[in-house]
């Protein structure tokens, strides 16, 4: 009798433990082309996942799973890392930065051209408390670190202020930064000396960082500074990249050749230098930092204005302006500048500086678009988006193997301002356009280059690529259909053709409409302590 109990009970516990069971997978992608972001060609498989792991990768899974998707063919793909955004504008208020997951993006991060919140350490703070839909890290900015030691002027550092620069990239480094990122085109970045920047970047290194450069100057003084950049990470002892690199004004164009050239010479020798880019020939920042001489902006708001308004620092100030449009990111004329917001007169967004000139009575020659270039700065300033950019550098630069994808874009709110299409389009703008329609990139280089090769730059072991062990960051999509519909006209249009976006696990995007789980978290570079 007690015997017969207790084998009772044992069955008994036997049957609850498989009732406990969970079946063998959480998510099950069935009938996928598998493009695992390495560059191999794609294959045709399953993908198991548990919990925010992938744990199984074959032709064929038959196992149960509490989910199964079938993707019908869709390209399965590591999720998209964008290793240069501002994502900082707009993801407090739209955490869910539906323009990204849209686009297959599952990992943003922020911190670029020398600019990042300073200390860093209560940004993540902030973002760890955000309901977030994907993943976000951040890069420390040698400007913040500049402006916050020294203000934004123009002049060497001390002895003493380096060091205490140095302290606060460490800081920044420790807090969590996958590096430091500079825009010595900005001010204050281009009051830095090499030198300086050097030494700072020496800091960022120890502790296992990259450097990331806006660069000095993407017009007339391209190759001095793709070698300055190049000299950051071949002085400072640290893996350096160009970011959005570029070619601006129409005397430069073709000039990518060279700028390539000198990537390859420095990859020749050792020097660890690679490249991202935005597939757009028109670039966004303030109109002030386009299209004002930095000598005029130094020193902040009320020593600009005063510039301005003394007629010998103005006459001056309006010879640069008239040169940085016609040779610079104006493109030549005034038609080619765009506004993305102003502040003072949300009813110019969308509208050309020729536009503007003329509603203010004036032919839309250069010279007076310099005269209504200073009239906007005097009113507060706009964003701006410049066309100045040719397709043939923007190709060429593409199609180099150490060119990376990144957007350079923000978290818009949706239908605020015209911010530039790439915060919408650039990863589907790839997929669709230079791979699909014009075979700039294979399908699998293009994807290599939105993933494994961003992930390894960033030192992210767990992602990237698709392998069991890997964190579930997948984007499934259609390469029949993927296309970006943003455009300059306009910009608030999402991406299409994305039938699942998985982060951690959680699918965020399904049939292309966002979900409600919240599965982002804050990822943290090599250096924290
Ligand atoms: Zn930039």
């Not at 020939?281 to 386009?290: G, L, N, P, Q």
């Not at 003072?344 to 509603?359: C, H, I, V, W």
């Not at 032919?363 to 678009?369: D, F, H, Q």
Request: proline share 6%; glycine share 10%.
């Amino acid at each position: 009798m007690r015997a017969m109990r207790q084998s009772l009970l044992a069955a008994l516990a036997l049957l609850t433990t498989f009732a406990a069971q969970p079946a063998p997978y959480d998510l099950l992608l069935k009938n996928g082309r598998i493009v695992d972001g390495t560059g191999s060609p794609w294959f045709a498989g399953d993908v198991a996942i548990r919990g925010d792991a992938i744990v199984r990768i074959a032709p064929s899974i038959a196992d149960p799973a509490a989910r199964v998707i079938d993707v019908g063919g869709n390209a399965i793909a590591p999720g998209f890392i964008d290793i240069h955004t501002h994502a900082r504008r707009g993801i407090t208020q739209v955490p869910t930065a539906p323009n990204y997951a849209r686009q297959g993006v599952t990992t943003v991060i922020e911190g670029p051209d020398g600019s990042s919140p300073l200390p860093l350490a209560p940004f993540l703070a902030e973002l760890e408390t955000l309901k977030i839909s994907i993943n976000i890290g951040s890069f420390v900015g040698q400007g913040s670190v500049r402006s916050a030691v020294i203000g934004d002027i123009n002049r060497k550092a001390t002895p003493a202020e380096i060091q205490k620069m140095t302290a606060l990239v460490e800081q920044g480094m420790k807090d969590g930064a996958f590096g430091m990122s500079t825009g010595l085109f900005y001010v204050p970045g281009t009051f830095t000396p090499t030198d300086e920047v050097i030494e700072l970047a020496k800091a960022a290194g120890r502790l296992g960082g990259i450097h990331e450069s806006h660069q000095r100057d993407d017009a007339a003084r391209l190759l001095d500074s793709v070698n300055e950049t190049i000299a950051i990470g071949e002085k400072g002892g640290l893996p350096t990249q160009i970011s959005h690199a570029k070619v601006v004004g129409v005397a430069n164009w073709g000039r990518s050749a060279e700028m390539l050239a000198l990537v390859d010479a420095a990859r020749a020798r050792g020097v660890d230098v690679t490249i991202d880019q935005y597939p757009y020939t028109a670039s966004s920042t303030s109109v002030a930092a386009a299209l004002i001489p930095a000598w005029v902006l130094e020193g902040g708001r009320d020593a600009t204005l005063g510039r301005l308004t003394d007629s010998g620092s103005r006459e001056k100030a309006k010879g640069g302006i008239v040169m940085m449009i016609r040779d610079e990111r104006g493109g030549g004329d005034p038609k080619n500048v765009q506004f993305a917001s102003c502040g003072f007169d949300p009813s110019l967004a969308g509208k050309t500086l020729a536009d503007l000139t003329r509603a203010r009575g004036l032919a839309p020659t250069i010279r007076n678009a310099a005269e209504v270039v200073i009239w906007i700065v005097q009113q507060g300033g706009c964003q701006g988006i410049f066309h100045a950019m040719s397709e043939r550098d923007l190709v060429r630069i593409m199609r180099h193997p150490a060119t990376m994808v990144a957007s350079d874009g923000e978290v818009p709110v949706f239908g605020r301002a015209n911010p530039h299409p790439r915060s919408y389009g650039t990863f589907a703008r790839v997929l669709g356009v230079y791979v699909r329609d014009k075979k700039v990139l294979t399908l699998e280089d293009a994807v290599r280059k939105m993933s494994a090769f961003p992930a390894a730059r960033l030192g992210l072991t767990d992602r990237g690529v698709l392998r069991p062990g890997m964190k579930a960051d997948i984007a499934v999509f259609d390469p029949a259909t993927v296309r970006d519909t943003a455009t300059f006209e306009k910009p608030h249009q999402y991406a299409e053709g994305f039938s699942q976006v998985i982060v951690n696990g959680q699918v965020v995007v399904e049939k292309g409409e966002m979900t409600s789980a919240r599965p982002g978290r804050v990822l943290y570079g090599p250096g924290r302590k």
